[in-house]
T-cell receptor
């Protein structure tokens, strides 16, 4: 069975500071990893994904994530947070050959303040 | 392109009533999915479809039925609604079942309350 853990319910960051939202996963075989963002009363928007290749993945809105196989992690990062980044962030994983069934984490609320 | 659309956006039901949620996508995607989102639990897969005329159970299928009569539409039915089905429901679609480009694209959601 595959699973995702997002250990922090909420992350608070001041605008202009770097941010990290943590994600660890468990899966048999090679993982496909995704980050989605959800703004209030909206659906999930795709941010970035890791399939294979370079461990540092760049995505939308200046976000990036680093795949670490030994630590089974896929943390989301941004060098300089904006107030508009405040939202709910979901990490998701699927194993190759699992018919695209994603398993989502419980989400981390990012709050960026002035 | 509208992407993934869902109707209705909001609905209030009484226990025992039935309803159907409609999902439509205009991206010619093969796969479609229904999820429910509950506080502190992330998204959980209810049912999914790998193509027109096919459906399969996800993680939490009980109390729901689905149909995919047309490639662009995926319907989620509640035959006898229960308060435990109060949730926000999201539909998603993706293009390829085994390729790399299997990013799922989500609709705006339907907020359902069962009294």
């Amino acid at each position: 069975a595959q699973s995702v853990a997002q250990p922090e319910d909420q992350v608070n960051v001041a605008e202009g500071n770097p941010l990290t939202v943590k994600c660890t996963y468990s899966v048999s075989g090679n993982p496909y990893l995704f980050w989605y963002v959800q703004y209030p009363n909206r659906g999930l928007q795709f941010l970035l994904k890791y399939i294979t290749g370079d461990n540092l993945v760049k995505g939308s809105y200046g976000f990036e994530a680093e795949f670490n196989k030994s630590q089974t992690s896929f943390h989301l990062k941004k060098p300089s947070a904006l107030v508009s980044d405040s939202a709910l962030y979901f990490c998701a994983v699927r194993a190759t050959g699992t018919a695209s069934k994603l398993t989502f984490g419980t989400g981390t609320r990012l709050q960026v303040t002035l | 392109n509208a992407g993934v659309t869902q109707t209705p956006k909001f609905r209030v039901l009484k226990t025992g009533q039935s309803m159907t949620l409609l999902c439509a996508q205009d991206m010619n995607h093969e796969y479609m999915y229904w999820y429910r989102q509950d506080p502190g639990m992330g998204l959980r897969l209810i049912h999914y479809s790998v193509g027109e005329g096919t459906t399969a159970k996800g993680e939490v299928p009980d109390g729901y039925n689905v149909s995919r009569l047309k490639k662009q539409n995926f319907l989620l039915g509640l035959e006898s609604a229960a308060p435990s089905q109060t949730s926000v429901y999201f539909c998603a679609s993706s293009y390829s079942k085994r390729g790399h480009d299997d990013t799922q694209y989500f609709g705006p959601g339907t907020r359902l309350t069962v009294l």
